[in-house]
């Protein structure tokens, strides 16, 4: 008997295999972060508390209740809505108005991955230890080859083959304005690491935002990696990671998105920032000093600031921290912006867009992040009802 042919259907099914795993790390994240998602995540956590386990909820910091204040403004509220709703990906929005209270939010409890948002806790930690005494801007800080990490880092042609001493002032304001992944893990260590920033958000009672254990552990754990000193310059961590199964990649990168060790909730953000405004975070000398640094920000000019164009914009300012993550096959990660939108009659609104992932183009995120600033200054120019 000639051998049997198998069917054409299961001959060409491994075709399908690519589009699988392109799709996990997304179908994923978007699964957890769902209604049903929560749902399985809360009835694995009460029966672990149960069998007296006492596991915590992977979403439990994105559990945040919905502050209590004065309704947002209608017009407002539907536009930031829509704006969420309609986008193709995972998106997070909060306006926040520091003088007023009302918040309008789009999936604001959720935590997304932050990225380099995350630098501004360090920032907030550090300014803290400076009020108190602890820590001075002029302190001096020695750089090598050891201290590099993973990705930006402007910094490293300073250090070249040698050493760079600086302080403390310059390398902050090379991780606020440049977003210098080194200079931002020297002041981490400085201030006692994850546990140290930790500490600060408890003592302030900042809820909603976790801290990775620093850049490079974070970055390796996304690819399924380990960290190596080889990834601190070169293309060698491209070309290792690259090297991964997709299998592999496609199963961290899920990992990461269902339960990010840097998540953080766009409310907890804008919550932080209107506090930072108000001057009951840090010092006065100090609120005014970070803010400055952030108006400064070279990264991400079509982002949030993106939206400032135009006659209705003039005069207004938008302070503001980027934080952007790691690609897989067509799948973007932790694209994100925050900061406060200031308007030329000094009001102020904290804005968070935070995109987990999508798999639209730059140009589209950009746009829609743009679109949010454009309704905010829309709202108070136009004199929208509630603004």
């Known amino acids: 008997m000639p051998p049997r042919r198998r069917p054409k259907r299961r ?42 386990m006492g596991n915590r909820s ?43 209270g009302w918040v309008a939010a789009h999936k604001a409890e959720r935590l997304y991955p932050q990225q380099s948002v995350s630098k501004l806790w360090v920032a907030m930690t550090l300014l803290d230890r400076v009020d108190a005494g602890y820590i001075s801007l002029d302190d001096s800080v020695t750089l090598t080859q050891a201290d590099l990490t993973i990705f930006h880092q402007p910094i490293r042609k300073r250090i070249g083959s040698g050493s760079y001493t600086t302080d403390i002032g310059d390398l902050f304001s090379l991780a606020m304005t440049r977003s210098d992944n080194t200079a931002n893990d020297a002041l981490f260590r400085r201030v006692g690491g994850q546990s140290g920033v930790q500490a600060f958000l408890a003592e302030q009672d900042i809820a909603g935002v976790r801290i990775s254990p620093g850049e490079k552990l974070l970055q390796v754990a996304i690819a399924g990696m380990e960290w190596d000193d080889r990834y601190s310059t070169g293309r060698t961590f491209w070309q290792e990671r690259d090297r991964l199964s997709k299998r592999k990649r496609a199963r961290s990168l899920g990992a990461y998105l269902a339960d990010p060790m840097d998540g953080a909730t766009p409310m907890a953000i804008t919550d932080a920032l209107a506090r930072l405004q108000r001057g009951e975070l840090l010092s006065e000398p100090s609120s005014a000093y970070l803010i400055d640094l952030m108006t400064q920000s070279k990264t991400g000019p079509k982002r949030l600031r993106g939206g400032l164009a135009g006659e209705q914009a003039v005069g207004w300012t938008l302070p503001h921290k980027t934080g952007t993550g790691q690609d897989f096959e067509k799948l ?31 140009a589209e995120r950009q746009e829609l992040m743009q679109a949010v600033t454009r309704a905010v200054v829309q709202c108070e120019a136009e004199g929208w009802p509630g603004c």
Request: hydrophobic letters at 45%.
């Open 11 to 52: 001959r060409y099914l491994w075709l399908f295999l690519p589009l699988l795993l392109i799709a996990l790390p997304f179908g994923l994240y978007s699964w957890l972060q769902s209604d049903s998602g929560q749902a399985a995540v809360r009835t694995v956590n009460t029966l672990a508390a149960a069998d007296g």
């Open 58 to 100: 992977l979403m439990e910091e994105g559990a945040e209740p919905v502050p209590q204040g004065p309704p947002a403004p209608r017009r407002l509220a539907e536009v930031v809505a829509a704006l969420g709703s309609d986008f193709d990906g995972d998106v997070g929005i909060a306006v926040r108005s520091v003088e007023k």
């Open 332 to 362: 973007s990660t932790g694209y994100n912006d925050v900061g406060l939108l200031i308007s030329p009659t000094g009001q102020h609104y904290a804005l968070a867009v935070m995109i987990g992932a999508t798999n639209r183009p730059v």
